[in-house]
Nanobody
Framework: QVQLVESGGGLVQAGGSLRLSCAAS????????MGWFRQSPGKEREFVAA????????EYSDLVKGRFTISRDNAKNTVALRINSLQPEDTAVYYC?????????????????WGQGTQVTVSS
């Protein structure tokens, strides 16, 4: 079992930046591929980025590529998402998920554990 807690969300003006963090406890996060997803009211949970267990491989949604950067620190049991050039359409609750196995996935159903989410609101 692993418990995930996201932090770092907030209200920011368009063009600004945020750094979201996901802290893991329980089993070591190095055992899991990690992903960030987001969900807006009335919409399905949407893939944002994923990172392999070692951090060597990353994958991004085309919507965020070039603006978002996922990273991890296995020694600190944390995963981060750096978001630059925020736009109003980035407004959502952002979730981190942990997935067993070596293969990255863009599908929420493939993830075994989720945090409670952190709200990101971008004003225009």
């Amino acid at each position: 079992q692993v418990q995930l807690v996201e932090s770092g969300g907030g209200l920011v003006q368009a063009g600004g930046s945020l750094r979201l963090s996901c802290a893991a406890s329980g089993r070591a996060v190095s055992s899991y591929g990690m992903g960030w997803f987001r969900q807006s009211p009335g919409k399905e949970r949407e893939f944002v980025a994923a990172i392999s267990r070692s951090g060597a491989v990353t994958e991004y949604s085309d919507l965020v590529k070039g603006r978002f950067t996922i990273s991890r620190d296995n020694a600190k049991n944390t995963v981060a998402l750096r978001i630059n050039s925020l736009q109003p359409e980035d407004t959502a609750v952002y979730y981190c998920g942990a997935k067993g196995g070596a293969v990255l996935s863009r599908l929420p159903g493939d993830y075994d554990y989720w945090g409670q989410g952190t709200q990101v609101t971008v004003s225009s």
